[in-house]
């Protein structure tokens, strides 16, 4: 088995799909391309395809990554990459393929910076921001059925920036990914909009670039185990 | 709100025609997943959009939270394709499925912002064309609709199509009332006849269907191997509204389930029909599938018990996971009476050989409330379940599940039983009751709502004037009742107040052939009746003897691989 990083985009009607309906689109594409996808054991086989961010539902992902393990046979060719190209659906672009060995490490998210349009006042909202940068901590309170789990913002989001728009203010910023976890844009979103007083409402959430830990050497490096678009 | 993925469209193998006309909708009222999976809906969206001019789009029923987010925020229903408005299309076809769909469709109506009652349209408004199951009769709904399509319309969208190429609403109208099997409420003077598609054998099937990015209910490729089922099940409308039989070369549908999977990225393919192991090329198909695609699943919707315990043994191969059997009835008496011909022999070698073809899993499906049934025929049913418990301990020694789902009879119109009396919630809920009291332990039951299927009955042999019920009933929020989570009695009960009509209550009359001749002869249906109270059997008319229901004749005709 050797697996392939595959890098696409996910944008228009298919920012609004789940995290498991994204693999499966990701699988489904594979299939209608006519590239092989490595099994799991077992009784009920499963395709070995994973997608080591989550995006969130409504987000729109310029360089997501899907990690998809295929047969050694499969050779990773343009003809593959076009095939690929063709066969997915609207809003999902796949713009490049690189190999990795099978015991290459996984990658690891480090940051993903995030952009976001916030409607209401955008000089409150640039207010809030360096409030933000001033304060020595920021804790928002994660509600989910595991129970309540107290979050220091601070710790995890930074790179702020604030644009005027129409109607409000472009937002951008970058998470960072530790081994207990991360903040979610809709958490810092929330925080910034409390002390701005604006509607909590972020719309067109988009992730523009990641940083990972463990990438293959083979990624960008054109030595031929890559293939773009 | 959920599952946003549901309004957005962006399917693999949806088409876009921006700008042609005429526009056409084409909606199954239920949420997505449900939808999307319609067989029925893939033929048209694909005929229509791929041989005719027309653009075909489509929209799906809101889930409620949804609905309430379209109706605070003022946007209408849009079509999945375009995202244009619905109300804005010049036909809007909407396929109705069964009779608990009926709430959903004022919905969608409402959610488009086109006006509920065809009377009340003018001439921005669409068209809007019910077809499907559930127009089998179109009484209940006649007044939402501007017209109903009877029968099976693939031959018959050209000619839909040309109508509405008239400039006014008026002539579309009249056009479309001379097109065969349409019935237009109020206006066409006799009932429609049935169509009946002839170019079935010779067609393909849905080469490029859409193929959701959502988890949807049906996850595989489909391949419609044969319309129609002569078995003459006596209960069973289906086997009645799709006859004659017809079946599809084995080339064209191997060749199909080749393209098919290519075109879906699939990795099941279902050989669809009524009763696919009745399909003469069965085994050649899944051989030549097998050959062509080697390690496929390929699924058999439907076994019969009578040939089960050897279709398992030819599909165990395929047929991964569990079983579902359907002896429908409790005894032997009942089960001759409903032309169910499957004995006690018979279901105990089916069982036996699920369980030794490795299956883990076996549902039974029995129905309560047939006619002529007593309280024996029920106990019956806990006997054949004890059966099928003590097998699946003898030989898959407590590593199979076995589960027995009990619904509810509904006389159904152009069936034998049509004019038969509803069971009644009172008798339902006392057999449901006998029943739970003697299943064996270990066996999960499952069974109808009695409140649902009581609602079900009323629509079902509803007749002119039926239709206030259920616009009642949807104005005290009655929708998805189909759905568990969302039905409530009690609004049908309201509505039913405010009616002056009586849940379940049947007038006898059989006011459904004043709109739709579904081409079986009132002395067929009577006989078989009469067969029935009897317990004769009616065998099925592939097999030699035609049993003379009056389907066949003026070009329609069985179509059976040699």
Redesign the interface.
């Known amino acids: 088995m050797s697996w392939w990083l595959v890098t696409f985009s996910r944008g228009g009607s298919a920012r609004y799909l789940s995290h498991l309906d994204t693999a499966r689109v990701v699988q489904r594409t594979f299939a209608r391309a006519g590239v092989p996808v490595s099994l799991s054991q077992g009784m009920r086989p499963k395709p070995r395809i994973s997608l080591p961010l989550p995006l969130p539902v409504g987000a729109a992902g310029l360089q997501e990554l899907a990690v998809v393990e295929v047969p050694d046979e499969v050779r990773m060719t343009a003809e593959a990459l076009r095939a690929l190209r063709d066969a997915s659906p609207p809003g999902i672009d796949v713009e490049r393929l690189d190999a990795a060995g099978e015991r290459h490490p996984r990658p690891q998210p480090r940051t993903a910076e995030y952009a976001c349009v916030v409607a209401g006042d955008a000089g409150a909202m640039q207010a809030a921001v360096e409030r933000y940068g001033n304060e020595d901590h920021a804790i928002c309170e994660r509600v989910s059925p595991k129970g309540k789990r107290r979050l220091d913002l601070k710790e995890y989001v930074s790179d702020i920036t604030v644009d005027p728009v129409t109607d409000g203010a472009r937002l951008g910023f970058t998470i960072a990914y530790r081994v207990d976890g991360a903040a979610r844009p809709q958490e810092f979103v929330d925080l910034i909009a409390r002390w701005a007083e604006v509607e909590p409402a972020m719309c067109g959430l988009e992730r523009r670039r990641i940083v990972w830990d463990e990438m293959p050497p083979a990624h960008g490096a054109g030595d031929g185990r890559s293939v773009s678009s | 709100m959920s599952?946003?993925?549901r309004?957005?469209?962006?399917?693999?193998n949806?088409r876009a025609k921006p700008g042609a006309r005429p526009r056409v909708v084409l909606s199954y009222p239920d949420v997505y997943e449900i939808g999307v999976s319609n067989p029925a809906l893939q033929i048209l969206y694909s005929q229509m959009n791929d041989t005719t001019p027309a653009a075909a789009e489509r929209a799906y029923c809101p889930w409620p939270d949804m609905a309430d987010l379209m109706r605070a925020s003022g946007v209408p229903l849009w079509s999945l394709e375009t995202m244009a408005p619905v109300a804005a299309c010049d036909l809007w076809g909407i396929t109705l499925p069964h009779e608990l769909c009926s709430t959903n469709v004022l919905e969608m109506l409402d959610l488009a912002r086109v006006p509920l009652h065809a009377a009340e349209r003018g001439e921005g408004d669409p068209i809007v064309l019910g077809g499907g199951p559930a127009a089998a009769n179109p009484w209940p709904l006649a007044p939402f609709f501007d017209a109903f399509f009877v029968g099976e319309v693939e031959h018959r969208l050209d000619a839909i199509v040309a109508a509405l190429a008239s400039p006014d609403r008026p002539g579309r109208l009249a056009a479309l009332g001379e097109v065969p099997g349409v019935w237009l409420p109020g206006r066409s003077e006799g009932p429609a006849e049935r169509q009946v598609f002839m170019g079935f054998s010779a067609s393909p099937p849905v080469l490029r269907p859409v193929?959701p990015?959502?988890?949807a209910v049906h996850d595989r490729a489909v391949v419609e191997v044969m319309r129609g089922c002569t078995a003459g099940c006596r209960f069973c409308q289906a086997g009645m509204w799709y006859r004659p039989v017809r079946e599809r070369p084995v080339d064209l549908v191997v060749d199909a389930a080749d393209r098919l999977l290519?075109?879906?990225?699939?990795?099941e393919v279902s050989l669809l029909s009524l009763s696919s192991c009745d399909y003469s090329g069965v085994e050649a198909a899944l051989k030549r599938i097998r050959a062509l695609r080697p390690g496929l699943r390929v699924s058999l919707p439907s076994l019969r018990i009578d040939s089960a315990a050897d279709s398992l043994s030819r599909f165990a191969a395929d047929q991964?996971g569990s079983v579902t059997l359907a002896p429908e009835a409790g005894t032997q008496r009942l089960r001759d009476a409903v032309n169910k011909g499957v004995d006690e022999t018979q279901f105990e070698e089916a069982v036996r050989a699920t369980f030794t073809g490795g299956f883990t899993g076996l549902k039974l499906y029995f129905m309560i409330g047939l006619p002529g049934e007593t309280d024996d025929d029920v106990r019956g049913i806990a006997r054949m379940a004890a059966t099928a418990a003590r097998l699946a301990r003898e030989i898959a020694r407590g590593r199979a599940r076995l589960s027995v789902s009990v619904s509810s009879y509904i006389p159904k119109p152009h069936t034998p039983y049509q004019l038969e009396p509803f069971a009644g919630a009172e008798t339902l809920r006392h057999r449901q009751s006998l029943l739970r009291g003697l299943m064996p332990r270990g066996v999960r039951t499952s069974f109808h709502d009695v409140g649902a299927s009581t609602v079900e009955a009323s629509l079902a042999r509803g007749g002119p004037g039926s239709d206030r019920l259920v616009e009642a009933a949807w104005r005290l929020g009655a929708r998805f009742d189909g759905w568990s989570e969302w039905f409530d009695l009690r609004r049908w009960e309201e509505a039913a107040a405010a009616c002056g009509v009586t849940l379940g209550a049947f007038d006898g009359a059989a006011s459904w052939a004043t709109a739709v001749d579904a081409g079986l002869t009132e002395e067929f249906l009577a006989a078989e009746l009469a067969r029935g109270r009897e317990g004769v059997p009616t065998p099925d008319c592939r097999d030699g003897e035609c049993a003379a229901c009056g389907v066949c004749g003026s070009g329609v005709a069985m179509e059976v691989l040699g």
């Open positions: 599952r946003p993925g309004y957005t469209g962006g399917e693999f949806t193929v990015v959502l988890e290519d075109e879906t990225g699939c990795d991964r």
